[in-house]
């Protein structure tokens, strides 16, 4: 019988999970070159005061393009899943 996931291995997978997603967001933006907006008829005007500008919103240095960081943050999840694996994989 299966011991149930330690809160190391839950936590691991949880940061990888948001790495993944998170670096999966930033490469489809850099992809498409428009912001990812949704469209509603009665939450438009609301939803359009939160557009932004490709170049607006940077966090990080402007020598890594967001396409470049959606991918680091994709490897990134993918090795904190295999890490989670691992672990949970050591513990039974």
């Given at each position: 019988?299966?011991r149930?996931?330690?809160?190391?291995?839950?936590?691991?997978?949880?940061?990888?999970?948001?790495?993944?997603?998170?670096?999966?967001?930033?490469?489809?933006?850099?992809?498409?070159?428009?912001?990812?907006?949704?469209?509603?008829?009665?939450?438009?005007?609301?939803?359009?005061?939160?557009?932004?500008?490709?170049?607006?919103?940077?966090?990080?240095?402007?020598?890594?393009?967001?396409?470049?960081?959606?991918?680091?943050?994709?490897?990134?999840?993918?090795?904190?899943?295999?890490?989670?694996?691992?672990?949970s994989?050591?513990?039974?």
């Amino acid at each position: 019988m299966s011991r149930p996931a330690s809160r190391c291995t839950t936590a691991l997978y949880a940061v990888s999970a948001t790495c993944a997603v998170i670096g999966a967001l930033l490469w489809i933006r850099s992809r498409t070159g428009t912001p990812l907006t949704l469209s509603s008829s009665s939450y438009g005007s609301y939803l359009a005061a939160d557009s932004y500008s490709p170049s607006a919103w940077r966090v990080w240095s402007p020598a890594v393009s967001e396409g470049r960081l959606g991918l680091y943050l994709l490897a990134a999840g993918l090795v904190l899943a295999v890490v989670a694996r691992l672990f949970s994989a050591r513990r039974d």
